[in-house]
C-alpha cells in the first residue's frame, strides 16, 4: 500500500509523522518548548494565521521589509492588529539589511517580523536583530530553511514553506512556543488556529501524507550527511564560487546586493543589457542549466541554489559564465 | 526534472493545471459561468471560507446536518453569518435524510449547505433539495466526488477534498458560480479569497503541484472509462453486492441506513457484539481485507468502497461476510 493510500490514522502514518518531526526537532535542535506542526496552504497563510494567533486586533505587530515576501506578510497582517512597516529597503530595490542601529522599533510590539532570505532579491539574514522582552522575533524561513543551523530559541515562530529546500510543494511547517498557543482571536478559521493543530499533532482533518513522507525522507538526508553545520558549509562554497565569479569579472556581472547580506541560496545578477541576459541565458538552457531567468518582477538572471543543487551545477554555471564573458568583451 | 522539481509558473506546470482542469469540466459538464479553483486545506478550510465569501456577518445560512461533518460545517460557520441547522438527525444518530416537506428553510437565507455524502455514517443524497430563487445551493462532495454525475447547475458551490476519489490528499477543488467571486468580507484571509485564486487562476502561491497532477491523471483514467455515467454503474453494482449481502443475512449484519439513501461509498454494517465485529475485521486482516474498522466515533464496521476499489474486492469482502457468517450460526 503506498503512502498515499494509507489511512493518516493508522499507525504506519503516524510513525512516519512522527519521525519526520523527531529528525527536524534533531536537525535544527528544536527546544522542547517549542511545538512542531506540519499545515498546509504555504507560508502565505501564515500571513493571516501568525497574527491570528499571536495578537490582539489592537496589538502591533513590527515589520523589516526586505524585500517581496516580508511586504506581503506586512500587508496580510494590518487586517488583523496594528501592521507597522520599521524598516523598508524599497528604495534601494531591496539589497540591503537594516543594522540594530536603523531599527526604530514600536515598544511593547507583539512581534517583530522578518523574512530570513528573500528568495526575489537575494538578501539574506545573517544576523537577526535583537528585539525587546516583550517583543517576539518571527521569520518566514520558506527559502533559506534547513541550509544552515538556526538557533530556534532565538524565535517566538518561524515558518517555512516545504518547497524551496525540504520536500515538495503543498506542506508547511510552523514552529511555535507552546505559550504562544491557545490565544487566537475569535474569527480565526479553524484551520489556522495553532490550538487545534497543536492538540490534534496536526492531524485534525487529513494533512498532506505524502508531502510529509516526502519531507521526512529529506531530513533524515540532511542528518546522514552530517547534519545542518555540513549542508552550510556546502552551501557556503557553492554561494562562494558563484559570487566570486560575479566579483571577478570587472563588472560584466553584478550583483545588487550588499556583500554582507548576499543571500546563499538566490544569487541574483544583472548584465550591461536585457539583450545580454537573455542571450545568456538561452545558452545557459541549450547547456541544461534552466529557470535561470530573474523573477518576473525584478529581470535579471538568478540562480537559485538551494540545497539540492551540486557543487557541479554551480561549477557549470561559472564556467559559462565566464566563456560567455571571454566571448563578448 | 520532476514534477516536482518544475516551477509552477513554467509552461509545463501550467499545461498540466490546465489540463485537469479542462478534464474535470468534461467529466463534470461544468458551465462556462463557473470557476474551478484548486486550493489547499481540506474541505475543512472551506468551512471558514465559504460562509467569508458568500455571506455578510448578518446573513443567515442554513444546513441540513445528515452526519459530522455538516455539523462541524455549521459549527464554524456560525463565526462569519448566522448559520441556522434546519435539520439533523442527530437524534437517530444520522441514518437518513430529509424530504423536502420536513426542512423548514430560512426565507432570504444566503445559502443552504448539504454534505453530498456523509463518510462516517453512509448516507448520500440521491435528489438535492430545493432552496428559494434567493438562497444558493451548496454542497460538501469530499467523499462522493466524481462519484456519478452532477448537475452544477444546481448549486452556487460544490467543495471536495481530493483524496477520496481524486488524488491525494492535499488539494481541495472549490466549484463556484462566477458571479459569487468577489464579495469576501473584509477580514477573509488572502488564501481564502476566491477573487485571488480566480484571477491567479489557482497559482497565487505554490500550489500542490504533485497532488493537481495526480488528480489530472485520474480525470484523464475516469474520462477513458466512459465518464462518470460509467463510474455510477460500477459504483452502483458494487453497492449493491453489499447492501444485498447484509439484507440476506436475516439480521446477522444490519446497516443502520435508511434504504433510500444508502450511500455507494460508505458501507457501515453492524454485527451483533462488539467482539464479534472485533473477529470480524481480524479475519478479514488475515486476508488482505483492511481498513474496515468504522469510525472510531461511531465504531461498527465501514467498507469503504471508493471509485478505486475494484468489484472483486468488493465480492471478496461478501464472500468473507458469508463464510463468516456460517461459522458463527
Not at 34 to 53: C, D, K, M
Not at 55 to 63: I, N
Not at 93 to 119: D, F, R
Not at 192 to 198: A, L, R, T, V
Amino acid at each position: 500500500m503506498s503512502i498515499m493510500e494509507m489511512s493518516h490514522r493508522g499507525k504506519e502514518f503516524l510513525s512516519v509523522i512522527q519521525q519526520a518531526e523527531a529528525d527536524l526537532r534533531d536537525l535544527l535542535k528544536i527546544p522542547e518548548n517549542y511545538e512542531v506542526l506540519f499545515l498546509q496552504g504555504g507560508a502565505t497563510t501564515q500571513f493571516s494565521a501568525i497574527p491570528l494567533n499571536l495578537c490582539t486586533s489592537d496589538d502591533t505587530a513590527d515589520f523589516i521589509v526586505t524585500g517581496s515576501w516580508g511586504d506581503k506578510a506586512f500587508k496580510e497582517a494590518q487586517k488583523y492588529c496594528k501592521g507597522k512597516v520599521v524598516w523598508t529597503g524599497k528604495a534601494e530595490k531591496y539589497s540591503s539589511i537594516p543594522n540594530q542601529s536603523e531599527l526604530n522599533v514600536t515598544v511593547g510590539a507583539k512581534y517583530l517580523h522578518i523574512c530570513a532570505n528573500e528568495t526575489i532579491h537575494g538578501v539574506e539574514y545573517k544576523d537577526y536583530p535583537s528585539t525587546g522582552n516583550d517583543t517576539l522575533l518571527v521569520a518566514d524561513m520558506s527559502s533559506n530553511f534547513c541550509s544552515k543551523p538556526v538557533d530556534v530559541s532565538k524565535f517566538g515562530l518561524i515558518y517555512a514553506g516545504a518547497q524551496k529546500n525540504i520536500g515538495p510543494a503543498g506542506v508547511t511547517i510552523v514552529i511555535v512556543r507552546k505559550d504562544l498557543i491557545g490565544k487566537a482571536q475569535p474569527s480565526t478559521p479553524i484551520m489556522m488556529d495553532y490550538k487545534i493543530h497543536s492538540e490534534n499533532r496536526s492531524l485534525y482533518n487529513t494533512p498532506p501524507c505524502f508531502a510529509i513522507y516526502m519531507c521526512g525522507l529529506v531530513f533524515g538526508d540532511l542528518l546522514s550527511q552530517g547534519g545542518l553545520e555540513a549542508i552550510e558549509r556546502k552551501n557556503v562554497e557553492k554561494a562562494e564560487l558563484l559570487y566570486d565569479a560575479i566579483d571577478a569579472s570587472e563588472g560584466f556581472y553584478k550583483c545588487p546586493v550588499e556583500k554582507n547580506v548576499r543571500s546563499l541560496m538566490n544569487v541574483p545578477f544583472t548584465m550591461a543589457t536585457p539583450e545580454m541576459e537573455a542571450q545568456f541565458i538561452k545558452e545557459a538552457s541549450a547547456q541544461g542549466m534552466v529557470q535561470l531567468k530573474g523573477h518576473r518582477s525584478v529581470g535579471g538572471i538568478r540562480a537559485s541554489i538551494y540545497n539540492a543543487m551540486p557543487r557541479a551545477g554551480v561549477e557549470r554555471l561559472v564556467a559559462h559564465m565566464k566563456a560567455f564573458q571571454a566571448r563578448h568583451i
